[in-house]
Every structure is written in C-alpha cells, then in structure tokens.
C-alpha cells in the first residue's frame, strides 16, 4: 500500500495530501494538549468523536449557507476537506464569561455577557497565540479588511446557530474556537470555515447542572473527559456507532454512571 503524503502534524490532527488536487486528508488523534503544549495528554476516544462532532456541525452550517472547507467523513478518523490557505488567526466567539476572558479581566466565570464578543488571537506557538486587533491584522496583512468583514459576519452567524443547536440539547455555548481559511479561484480568493468544530475548542456547560463537558476537563484536571465527549456526542444523536467503532461501551457506561 502505498503511504499518502503527510503535509503537517499540529497538537491534536496531522493533514495528509488529498486523493484529488486541492484537497486534504484530516486525521483527529486523541492526543490533548494546554497551555500551548505544556500540559500533554490523550482523550480516548476523542479523535473518532471530534471527527464525527465536527463533520455534523459542518454539515448544518454548510445547510444555512455558511461556506465551509469540508467535503466529507471517511472513517472514523478521517475527513477529506478542501486544500485552503489557513488564515493565521483564531477567532474565538464568547458568550458568556470564562477562561482567559474572565482571567484577564477579573470577570466571574459563569457571568452572561450583555453581548457576544468576538476577540482574535495571532496564530503563533513562540508568542503564545497573542490576542490582536483589527488593527495588528490589516497592518501586518494577515488578513484584509474585506476578508475580515467576512469572518466576523459568519462568525456571528455560526455563534446564533450553535447556541441553538446546543440549547435544544441543554447545553450552553459559552465560548469556542473558529479558523478561517481562503480558497483562490483564479485571481479571486474567498473566505472558507475551515478547522474543526469540537469540544476541543468549545466550552459546553451542561445548562441545569453547569458542568463541564469539553477540554477544560482536561486543561483543569477534572477527569471524566473522555465521558463528557461522549456525552456531547450523545446528545446530538450520533451515538451510539458501529460495533466496529473504537467508542466503548456508552450504553452500559452511562447506565453504570447513573445518567
Ligand atoms: P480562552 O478562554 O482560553 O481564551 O479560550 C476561549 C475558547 O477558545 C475556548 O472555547 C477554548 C478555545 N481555544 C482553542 O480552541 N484553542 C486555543 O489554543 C485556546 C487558547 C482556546
């Protein structure tokens, strides 16, 4: 068998080169990173869940128009996604108070803003992935003015569509994580969400109890992790998997879990 070509391995996916041309093969690892990989772990399970989390997410935002990088699943660990330029900035959506927001500021975790605010961050492991304004992209031409008109508007769009979405399954949106990438048709380029969407880079609050069901579990060394991602994937219907699947036991786990 002949191996595909590996273009990158980030913290928690490697990208292979695609079967056609401007195309990529996304592989989700279980590995876990913090802190700008300090802290270093694994989540068992997570890479099959987050693919699958991520190409559902995709798939309804591709259905309200939002114009996103993925094609489609091929395994359990795999999707195919269109080839784009990754636009260097994580847009991070918040709607209510937490993590670096409400260290920063000395904001209560848990308080509702009165708006969402949408902050970027430069992407850059040596700096520290440093918060930025509009200002630092246009000037050091990260992206431009109109790309970024475009990536606030859909991020806006996505933020009222997830917070539904996970309000019908009794989870609140507090914050998460979006990428950005451009695709070029001729001399013209336009603006794809691109990434991931998972609870790697959302936090999700169970809305009666308040707990945690995302990364912070491991970032904050509360355990049940590889639970909680099940238990995301659950409530939005897409378990349980084959039997083939690399998921455990979720039945009898949630049973023995009382849930
Ligand atoms: P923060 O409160 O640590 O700034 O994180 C805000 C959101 O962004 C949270 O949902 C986690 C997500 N996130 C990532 O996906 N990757 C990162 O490197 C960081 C720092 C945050």
């Not at 430069?122 to 050091?140: G, R, S, T």
């Not at 508007?153 to 949106?173: E, K, Q, Y």
């Amino acid at each position: 068998m002949s191996r595909r070509r590996q273009i990158y391995e980030g913290k928690a996916k490697i990208l292979y080169e695609g079967p056609e041309p401007g195309t990529i093969i996304q592989y989700f690892k279980d590995d876990a990173t913090a802190f700008n990989a300090q802290k270093k772990g694994m989540i068992s399970g997570k890479g099959v869940i987050n693919n699958r989390v991520s190409e559902h997410i995709f798939t309804l935002l591709s259905g309200i128009g939002i114009p996103t990088h993925f094609i489609r699943r091929l395994n359990m660990r795999e999707q195919l996604v269109k080839q784009v330029e990754i636009i260097p900035i994580e847009v991070v959506i918040r709607n209510v108070a937490a993590g670096s927001l409400s260290k920063r500021l000395g904001i209560e975790e848990g308080t509702q803003l009165p708006r969402t605010i949408i902050e970027y961050y430069y992407k850059d492991d040596a700096l520290n992935d440093p918060m930025v304004a509009d200002e630092h992209i246009a000037c050091f031409g990260w992206a431009t003015q109109e790309e970024m008109h475009d990536i606030a508007d859909m991020a806006i769009r996505v933020n009222d569509f997830m917070s539904g979405l996970f309000a019908a399954i009794n989870i609140r949106l507090v914050d998460f994580k979006l990428e950005f990438g451009r695709i070029w048709e001729n001399d013209y380029s336009r603006v794809l969400l691109a990434d991931e969407i998972s609870p790697d880079g959302c936090r999700l609050w169970d809305m009666v109890t308040n707990e945690k069901l995302d990364k912070d579990r491991f970032r904050q060394d509360l355990g049940g992790e590889v639970e909680a991602y099940q238990e995301i994937a659950r409530r939005l219907g897409l378990l349980p998997v084959d039997p083939d699947t690399e998921v455990l036991d979720l039945e009898s786990h949630r049973k023995n879990r009382g849930l």
